[in-house]
């Protein structure tokens, strides 16, 4: 079961990637794929909302799965404290803040005539998404260094430690691009492009944890795959 969950983690992503890639080319009425974020597509007034939010409740369902019962107990050590990296995978963007999507949406889309930024967000639902949305990126630049500390205590996940470091710098970039252009005509592209850097680290990390859960790991000490 572990290891079928490293292959709905994998799938997970394609899904979510799928979705906001063909629904934000189906979604009419003005919206653009370079300036609107992938929230405006499961927005009050989006043309098929739930075609969106159906898909990001599983995606972020299957990677909490992922996060909890299959990278955890690859992550876990004999005498050593709770691997903490799998629980920020699981409340990460691609995890937890996809699922409350579904329950929090923002009241209009950006490209709405009359939309502002405090429509947007001016009911309580809409306020919550907000807020998630930005308790989560800092969730995202730390995880991977959180991830690579472990890495390097544990046998299995040797040589995987300068990878993971690597990738919160890219996070963090990823973040404040997407931040800055926020609103802008290229923050839509900004926003995918995190989202894609994203899940590409969540792929290499179900790779690399179905590897280390297989029940003769082939992975010798300092190996480097993901």
């Known amino acids: 079961m572990r290891r079928a969950l490293t292959w709905g983690a994998i799938a997970a992503q394609l899904l979510f990637t799928a979705s906001w890639f063909l629904d934000g080319l189906a979604e009419g009425r003005g919206y653009r794929a370079s300036a609107d974020g992938i929230s405006d597509l499961g927005a009050l007034t989006a043309d098929h909302p739930w075609l969106e939010l159906a898909a990001q409740a599983v995606a972020g369902t299957l990677t909490i799965a992922f996060a909890l019962f299959a990278l955890r107990p690859a992550l876990a050590l004999p005498g050593a404290s709770a691997p903490v990296g799998a629980w920020l995978v699981a409340a990460s963007p691609l995890g937890l803040d996809n699922v409350w999507d579904v329950f929090f949406r923002l009241d209009c889309r950006a490209a709405d005539p009359g939309c502002s930024h405090s429509l947007t967000g001016g009911s309580w639902h809409a306020t919550v998404h907000l807020a998630i ?11 991977p260094s959180v991830l690579a500390a472990r890495f390097r205590a544990h046998p299995a996940w040797q040589g995987c430690s300068g990878p993971a470091l690597a990738f919160s ?26 989202a894609m850097a994203a899940s590409v680290g969540v792929i290499l990390l179900a790779v690399r944890t179905h590897r280390v859960l297989s029940p003769v790991s082939d992975i010798p000490a300092g190996a480097t795959s993901p």
Not at 180 to 186: A, C, I, P, T, Y
């Open 133 to 143: 949305s930005l308790l989560s990126f800092p969730v995202l630049v730390i995880a």
């Open 169 to 194: 710098p890219v996070m963090f970039v990823g973040v404040l691009g997407f931040l800055g252009l926020h609103g802008r005509d290229s923050g839509g592209y900004a926003e995918r492009a995190l």
